[in-house]
């Protein structure tokens, strides 16, 4: 069965630094996001990626966070300057369809230290 | 603004029974519904998703309910086995035209053998 890939599973950084997440969609699906989930807490949504550009971003998605999608497979979330409250699970996922069913990556665990 | 609770947040059940886990969410307004499953330290693996003009979506074992008017869904879990053990979330979409996902907490189920 297809599956949303995501690299790498830990990564750990130094306060101040920038992080690049990558995720692998779903080949043929059309809809790509970023959630994360800090330990303890409710999984939340980050931003969402249609036909090439963001389509959605919530509050915690400013000006640190950026998305890409380089070439046609991978989907990428760049955090510029990590802060220590940026330490969670981060999970990648993608749908083939608006608002249809949304398969996650096993995500990545960002710890800053 | 939609929010979502799950209750209760732990469950322990000996493996064979038959169990429900509860969603209630504050706005009966949904476009859908999906369940998922969380293995810890693991991505979200969805289970089901259920549109808002159905009242029921099986899948195996599983059998999820919606009850807009009422703003609750459950999640029955038939013949309960110790590979269920996982926490289930249940999340829906944010109102108007967002792809963001509103997600609960969630439900940690142990299945004893």
């Known amino acids: 069965e297809p599956e949303v890939t995501q690299t790498p599973s830990h990564q750990v950084t130094q306060m101040g630094q920038e992080v690049i997440l990558h995720c692998v969609p779903i080949?043929?699906?059309?809809?790509f996001y970023w959630y994360r989930q800090i330990l303890g807490q409710k999984v939340e949504f980050l931003v969402s990626?249609?036909?090439?550009?963001?389509?959605?971003k919530s509050e915690i998605f400013d000006d640190q966070f950026s998305v890409e999608r380089p070439d046609g497979s991978n989907f990428t979330l760049k955090i510029r300057s990590t802060k220590l409250e940026d330490s969670a699970m981060y999970f990648c996922?993608?749908?083939?369809?608006?608002?249809?069913?949304?398969?996650f990556g096993s995500g990545t665990q960002l710890s800053v230290l | 603004k939609q929010e979502v609770t799950q209750i209760p947040a732990a469950l322990s059940v000996p493996e064979g029974e038959n169990l429900v886990l509860n969603c209630s969410f504050t706005?009966?307004?949904?476009?859908?519904l999906q369940w998922f499953r969380q293995d810890p330290g693991k991505g979200l693996t969805s289970l089901l998703l259920?549109?808002?003009?159905?009242r029921e979506q099986t899948s195996g074992r599983l059998n999820a309910s919606l009850d807009k008017s009422s703003g609750r869904s459950t999640l029955y879990i038939a013949a309960s086995q110790p590979g269920d053990s996982a926490t289930y979330l249940c999340?829906?979409?944010?109102?108007?035209?967002?792809?963001?996902?509103?997600f609960g907490k969630g439900t940690k189920l142990t299945v004893n053998p």
């Open positions: 996922a993608s749908s083939a369809g608006w608002r249809e069913k949304l398969f």
């Open positions: 080949s043929n699906h059309l809809y």
């Open positions: 990626f249609y036909n090439n550009e963001i389509s959605e």
């Open positions: 706005d009966s307004a949904i476009y859908n």
């Open positions: 259920i549109q808002s003009s159905q």
């Open positions: 999340a829906i979409p944010l109102q108007g035209g967002s792809e963001k996902l509103v």
